[in-house]
């Protein structure tokens, strides 16, 4: 199994930044694809920003230059530095693991980290 914790998250205000983390543990040895998606009330989950094994990233157009997906070399961190941030990022934040992107087995989620920004 896999385990994802994610933490934090929280209160912001609009045009500050935050920097949310998703803790890895467990049978990781097999994941190629690490990602980010929210989820706001009343709306589907959507994919933030993804990294792949070789290093190369997705971003939602949204989030482009605002955002920074990053991991550590073991795989047992991923990151999300959140810049300039807009009340509609307020969501619930879930990190992802999963095998491949082509793979629907071996997908693992993280039960998510609230962020609210608003003043």
């Known amino acids: 199994q896999v385990q994802l914790v994610e933490s934090g998250g929280g209160l912001v205000q609009p045009g500050g930044s935050l920097r949310l983390s998703c803790a890895a543990s467990?049978?990781?040895?097999?994941?190629?694809?690490m990602a980010w998606y929210r989820q706001a009330p009343g709306k589907e989950r959507e994919l933030v920003a993804r990294?792949?094994?070789?290093?190369?990233?997705n971003y939602l157009d949204s989030v482009k230059g605002r955002f920074t997906i990053s991991r550590d070399n073991a795989k047992t961190t991923l990151s999300l530095q959140m810049n300039s941030l807009k009340p509609e990022d307020t969501a619930v934040y879930y990190c992802?693991?999963?095998?491949?992107?082509?793979?629907?087995?071996?997908?693992?989620w993280g039960q998510g980290t609230p962020v609210t920004v608003s003043s």
């Open positions: 467990g049978s990781i040895f097999g994941i190629n694809v």
């Open positions: 990294i792949f094994g070789d290093g190369s990233t």
């Open positions: 992802n693991f999963r095998r491949s992107i082509y793979v629907p087995q071996g997908i693992y």
